[in-house]
């Protein structure tokens, strides 16, 4: 039996509710919400399935060394004393990625060559070899976080941010980050239970995203590489034995998911990516301006969308943004409508009245999600 230790989770701005829910159903101990991140406790299986399975995280960290350090000297031997050859190969490639918010310290850079200094002089003193650093590709990365004095030394179980999902092999202009399309969708109650469309679907990663939660198939299924599987005690029986449990707990999905975008090239790259995704019976995709066309199925539809905010895609917002308010007034009654946007002031030409507006960040932009309900008939007899 493996025992429990401590983790930490990483996700993005307002996602640390979804992120500690999901770990609360996936089993995890112990969660506890903090800025832009969750700790949590599980044992050597549980860190396996939360890299598989959790949609809203970026990254998981497993702390191994807590420690108080004033200067470069203590940092050194802090770092030293810890047992590296016990956690990875000499053979190894390896780097140290560092977070500083200390008086004592304001190099990130030379905090990081200094955790270097002594990762491989104690290879050498245990009678190793060094392994090499390999600051872009590492296969084994190491984060340290300096909070004032206060050192943390954790593995970074992960390796590539796990917005990485490995299904999208063709992307747009501006592609929406994965993690963030998920947590949108888990914002807006997407559960699987209605028709969903994508009126400007670009690449597809929400139309993806969203068959990956109705059909509860582990978001990271396709990606090909954890840096887990670089740790001395990496397990690759119990990690077969999590994913085969994973993928046994998908379920069927009754209902239809829609994407449009005008663009042939959007179109060609989503369904790309849709078939990497292995998702081609649950998405269909078609060429169509969304500013002509009409609810495409009966009963109720989720719609959630990213559309251009004027920052990477130009568009002339005043008419853009007034267009969607007509759309969905004239041809979209029974629809949830959510989307995205940074462009505050372009809300304002929409010409309806947000339900919900739910500040989030996509990477620097601020932004909101925001809903629109779209009754049957009038919203008076909708009351009654």
Same mark, same amino acid.
């Not at 063709?170 to 009126?199: H, K, M, Q, R, Y």
């Not at 004027?310 to 568009?315: A, D, I, M, N, Q």
């Not at 505050?344 to 947000?354: D, T, W």
């Given at each position: 039996?493996?025992?429990?230790?401590?983790?930490?989770?990483?996700?993005?701005?307002?996602?640390?509710?979804?992120?500690? %829910?999901?770990?609360?159903?996936?089993?995890?101990?112990?969660?506890?919400?903090?800025?832009?991140?969750?700790?949590?406790?599980?044992?050597?299986?549980?860190?396996?399935?939360?890299?598989?399975?959790?949609?809203?995280?970026?990254?998981?960290?497993?702390?191994?060394?807590?420690?108080?350090?004033?200067?470069?000297?203590?940092?050194?031997?802090?770092?030293?004393?810890?047992?590296?050859?016990?956690?990875?190969?000499?053979?190894?490639?390896?780097?140290?990625?560092?977070?500083?918010?200390?008086?004592?310290? %304001?190099? *990130?850079?030379?905090?990081?060559?200094?955790?270097? $200094?002594?990762?491989?002089?104690?290879?050498?003193?245990?009678? &190793?070899?060094?392994?090499?650093? !390999?600051?872009?590709?590492?296969?084994?990365?190491?984060?340290?976080?300096?909070?004032?004095?206060?050192?943390?030394? *954790?593995?970074?179980?992960?390796?590539?941010?796990?917005?990485?999902?490995?299904?999208?092999?063709?992307?747009?202009?501006?592609?929406?980050?994965?993690?963030?399309?998920?947590?949108?969708?888990?914002?807006?109650?997407? !559960?699987?239970? @209605?028709? /969903?469309?994508?009126?400007?679907?670009?690449?597809?990663?929400?139309?993806?995203?969203?068959?990956?939660?109705?059909?509860? +198939?582990?978001?990271?299924?396709?990606?090909? $590489?954890?840096?887990?599987?670089?740790?001395? !005690?990496?397990?690759?029986?119990?990690? $077969? %034995?999590?994913? !085969?449990?994973?993928?046994?707990?998908?379920?069927? /999905?009754? &209902?239809?998911? +829609?994407?449009?975008?005008?663009?042939?090239?959007?179109?060609?790259?989503?369904?790309?990516? +849709?078939?990497?995704?292995?998702?081609?019976?649950?998405?269909?995709?078609?060429?169509?301006? /969304?500013?002509?066309?009409?609810?495409?199925?009966?009963?109720?539809?989720?719609?959630?969308?990213?559309?251009? #905010?004027?920052?990477?895609?130009?568009?002339?917002? @005043?008419?853009? #943004?007034?267009? +969607?308010?007509? @759309?969905?007034?004239?041809?979209?009654?029974?629809?949830?409508?959510?989307?995205?946007?940074?462009?505050?002031?372009?809300?304002?030409?929409?010409?309806?009245?947000?339900?919900?507006?739910? %500040?989030?960040?996509?990477?620097?932009?601020? *932004?909101?999600?925001?809903? #629109?309900?779209?009754?049957?008939?009038?919203?008076?007899?909708?009351?009654?």
């Amino acid at each position: 039996m493996h025992k429990n230790f401590k983790m930490l989770a990483k996700t993005l701005y307002g996602f640390e509710p979804l992120l500690a %829910k999901e770990l609360r159903n996936l089993g995890a101990g112990n969660v506890r919400e903090g800025n832009r991140m969750v700790t949590f406790e599980g044992d050597l299986g549980f860190l396996y399935k939360a890299n598989l399975c959790l949609r809203t995280a970026l990254k998981v960290f497993r702390p191994i060394h807590f420690g108080k350090v004033f200067n470069e000297k203590q940092l050194y031997e802090q770092l030293y004393t810890l047992n590296w050859p016990n956690h990875f190969g000499a053979n190894t490639t390896f780097a140290f990625d560092t977070t500083l918010y200390s008086d004592s310290f %304001k190099n *990130s850079m030379f905090v990081s060559l200094k955790a270097k $200094d002594a990762l491989v002089d104690k290879f050498r003193a245990m009678g &190793h070899k060094r392994p090499d650093v !390999d600051s872009r590709s590492a296969q084994v990365r190491i984060h340290l976080h300096l909070q004032n004095n206060d050192l943390t030394v *954790s593995l970074d179980s992960s390796g590539a941010s796990l917005h990485q999902r490995g299904y999208r092999i063709a992307t747009n202009i501006a592609p929406i980050n994965e993690v963030l399309a998920a947590g949108l969708l888990l914002l807006s109650g997407w !559960d699987g239970c @209605t028709d /969903f469309l994508d009126p400007m679907c670009g690449s597809g990663t929400v139309l993806i995203e969203a068959a990956m939660i109705a059909c509860n +198939i582990p978001p990271n299924i396709n990606r090909q $590489d954890f840096a887990f599987r670089y740790w001395s !005690d990496f397990d690759a029986q119990l990690f $077969d %034995k999590i994913t !085969d449990a994973s993928l046994n707990k998908t379920r069927e /999905f009754h &209902h239809k998911i +829609i994407g449009y975008d005008k663009a042939p090239s959007a179109i060609r790259k989503a369904t790309e990516n +849709i078939q990497n995704a292995n998702l081609t019976e649950y998405i269909t995709v078609e060429r169509k301006d /969304f500013f002509n066309t009409k609810k495409p199925t009966k009963g109720p539809l989720h719609l959630l969308f990213n559309p251009p #905010y004027g920052e990477r895609l130009p568009v002339a917002i @005043t008419t853009f #943004y007034s267009k +969607i308010g007509d @759309t969905l007034k004239r041809a979209y009654p029974g629809t949830l409508a959510w989307f995205i946007t940074s462009n505050l002031e372009a809300l304002k030409f929409v010409g309806l009245r947000p339900s919900k507006k739910i %500040k989030v960040f996509n990477a620097k932009l601020e *932004s909101r999600l925001v809903m #629109y309900e779209l009754y049957e008939g009038s919203r008076k007899k909708k009351r009654a």
